[in-house]
């Protein structure tokens, strides 16, 4: 079975705060992404990452960034949170291009 | 306008009956298509690929109409522990490896 792990289920932090949301996937896959899930607005791609130290945009990057210096942990980093960052953030892996993708079970965030 | 389009629903129906989901992508040159279903506060699960021959998974068929781009789920015989979010997907098609995640069809089967 695929296992994707994520650092925290709930974490609070204060506006301003540097935030670190580490994913962990246990299959090797080649690609990562980083969601966040908002009443009414679904799921929206933040960033992804196709291979080690490589990283695209995905439709909402403002206010993040990641990292990925190994093939198995994508990282998620709020430079300096903020109220609005307030939401759901689950990661994804999938094994190729087209692939089925494997989510993590969430991190709920907090930011007041 | 929107990359994959749902009806939120929510659709209730009664144990035993069938129930179907639609949903419509503006992207032509897609290649993958997926339903995935998502429990109250969990995160998404693959339920099913979609193929363009149309591909059945027990009590579920998903079909696939290319030149309408129209996705569809049919679920029959529904079951209590069916009720869940239902979420089209569909890939980026400007990116092999992204997806394009509907915004989710509700259901609740009742007893």
């Known amino acids: 079975d695929v296992k994707v792990t994520q650092s925290s289920r709930y974490l609070v932090k204060r506006t301003g705060e540097k935030v670190f949301l580490e994913c962990v996937q246990d299959m090797d896959h080649e690609n990562m992404f980083w969601y966040r899930q908002d009443p009414g607005l679904g799921l929206r791609l933040i960033y992804f990452?196709?291979?080690?130290?490589?990283?695209e945009k995905g439709d909402i990057p403002e206010g993040y960034s990641v990292s990925r210096e190994k093939k198995e942990r994508f990282s998620l980093i709020l430079e300096s949170a903020s109220t609005n960052q307030t939401s759901m953030y689950l990661c994804?892996?999938?094994?190729?291009?087209?692939?089925?993708?494997?989510f993590g079970p969430g991190t709920r965030l907090l930011v007041l | 306008r929107k990359e994959v389009e749902q009806d939120p629903g929510p659709f209730n129906v009664p144990e035993g009956a069938t129930v179907a989901f639609n949903c419509t992508y503006s992207?032509?040159?897609?290649?993958?298509f997926f339903w995935y279903r998502q429990d109250c506060r969990k995160e998404p699960k693959l339920l099913m690929s979609?193929?363009?021959s149309g591909n059945e998974d027990g009590r579920f068929t998903a079909q696939l109409n290319r030149a309408s781009q129209y996705i569809s789920l049919l679920i029959r015989d529904s079951k209590l522990s069916d009720s869940a979010t239902y979420l089209c997907?569909?890939?980026?098609?400007?990116?092999?490896?992204?997806?394009?995640f509907g915004k989710g069809t509700s259901l609740l089967v009742t007893p």
């Open positions: 997907v569909v890939n980026m098609a400007n990116s092999g490896y992204a997806l394009n």
């Open positions: 990452s196709y291979d080690v130290k490589m990283k």
């Open positions: 994804a892996s999938s094994p190729g291009a087209l692939g089925t993708q494997y």
């Open positions: 992207n032509s040159a897609s290649q993958s």
């Open positions: 979609v193929y363009s």
